[in-house]
């Protein structure tokens, strides 16, 4: 995919552990942590450090990221939005897209202007139904 970058540059604070487990097991691209499986994910967060849950968000991010050539921010506002997978966003509507994730940078007190609008919901959600369909 032109422009694609799969190793992980940074992640958001809230992940800071899990990104520490990561580098201990050489993790360092977006589609090794897509690949894992949900027993090697409790193996990672068996030392205490990582989180299962959060490592699964990151998993999810993964699959954001790698499906639909988005950044981890973006990637992550989604997931935190409640949109998890490239499904989820296929069976959205933009106006909905928009709605929840402007939410959740209101509630986040972010106080940037809003990354998602009509045009950009409707190119994610768009590219999201291809890779669906």
Not at 51 to 79: V, Y
Request: charged letters at 25%.
């Amino acid at each position: 995919m032109p422009g694609f970058n799969d190793a992980i540059q940074e992640l958001p604070q809230s992940f800071r552990r899990e990104k520490k487990e990561l580098d201990r097991v050489g993790i360092n691209r977006w589609s090794t942590i897509r690949a894992l499986t949900d027993f090697e994910l409790s193996q990672l967060a068996r030392s205490g450090q990582a989180s299962a849950r959060n490592l699964k968000r990151l998993r999810g991010m993964a699959d954001l990221i790698c499906s639909l050539n988005l950044p981890t921010q973006d990637a992550a506002l989604l997931m935190h939005a409640g949109i998890p997978t490239p499904s989820a966003l296929a069976a959205c509507t933009p106006e909905r897209l928009v709605r929840q994730t402007g939410r959740l940078e209101r509630n986040l007190g972010t106080k940037r202007p809003a990354v998602v609008n009509l045009r950009v919901a409707g190119d994610w959600i768009r590219r999201a139904r291809q890779l669906v369909n």
